[in-house]
């Protein structure tokens, strides 16, 4: 996600670091290679390729893979061949790099890379020290096969660190990095990744399913805000405050950035994920949620609701697209959650300006100017 609440509110907390740095600077960077070049991703790497560690000489160019080609060749042009290349497969990056970073969309596509690293490990065994850096925001369990995977081969290990934050702080190097695992793997990937891409790690031990499960659960926390937003705004349209007001309202009582920006997604109908999370990972990750907290018994009746009204938004969304509106944003942003709560009241899903409520408003807005 997708998806920490606000770049700024980042930013104003003070950098942690729980691991040690190097006494010196080391002589040779080690190999690092990237698989997956979503909003996310692609910004991880390019902070990779242009800010290296300042306790490394000589880090050798970035090796990229993404499935859409153009997305590695974006890159390339950006930063220069002198910090990136590009992979020919997944293959190539599992043999020839020592610290392999993975970031894709979901479990099936994450599974599918690393039977792809097995095979490939499996014609040539590591002679020397391998790390993987699972990025992906996946169910917990996945992590076990993953380790499977991989865990048969020498030198070779298996870190996750699921990022919190949105691409925003993804580009300034704000992620919060939550990681799990070999502690010495974990120290060398700190030391790699802060400052150029996160401001923050939290170490959650060895056990490679709780930095998993640490995002699901502050995923949980986004998305239930988003659904006390989107009904919140739905209840002022019918009632007929508007929902400019209660715009207001948030700015005044809950000054957080990220809230405020959500909230005028939501009132605006900005519902472009270019810089933000799309619905379909949302989707992805309430189901996680769900199934996570339904295995510790741990009722979360707001994700359940949040879960409802995400599908009935995508399934709004993808009728109207089907219908032709050329309005509508050709990646959904998970802040359309509030297209859900909205149908559930009888208004519109999407192009709010139709119902009465919101001519009102235009109305009174107009004749105070």
Known sequence: M????????????????????????????????????????????????????????????????????????????????????????????????????VNLSSDDVVRKIYTRFNEALKSSPPEKNKIFVETSTIYPSLAGEL????????????????????????????????????????????NLFIPSVGRKVVDLGGDLEKALTYKLMANSMILGNLEILAESLTFAEKSGIGSERVLDLVRDFFPAPAVIAYADKMAHEKFDATNGFSIDGGIKDATHIRRLSAKYNCPMPAIDTAHQHLLTARALHLRQKNEGHADLASTLDWSGIVAGTRAAAGLSGFNRAHDPTTLIEIEERTSSQ
Not at 2 to 9: D, E, G
Not at 69 to 91: M, N, R, W, Y
Not at 167 to 178: C, H, V
Request: overall charge neutral; hydrophobic content about 40%.
């Open 2 to 101: 997708s998806n920490v609440l606000s770049p700024p509110a980042l930013v104003a907390q003070s950098t942690s670091f729980p691991f040690s740095r190097p006494a010196t600077p080391g002589v040779h960077g080690r190999q690092v290679g990237f698989v997956g070049l979503g909003n996310i991703g692609f910004a991880m790497a390019k902070n990779l390729a242009q800010n290296g560690p300042e306790h490394v000489k000589g880090l050798p160019p970035v090796k990229v893979w993404n499935r859409t080609q153009s997305k590695s060749e974006k890159l390339l042009e950006l930063v220069g061949a002198d910090k990136a290349s590009i992979a020919a497969s997944p293959e190539d990056i599992a043999l020839q790099c020592d610290i392999i970073v």
């Open 147 to 190: 380790d499977g995977l991989l865990s048969s081969f020498p030198h070779t290990h298996l870190i996750t660190c699921p990022v919190l934050g949105n691409p925003i702080a993804a580009e300034n190097g704000q992620l919060l990095l939550i990681m799990s695992g070999n502690y010495p793997s974990k120290k060398e990937v700190a």
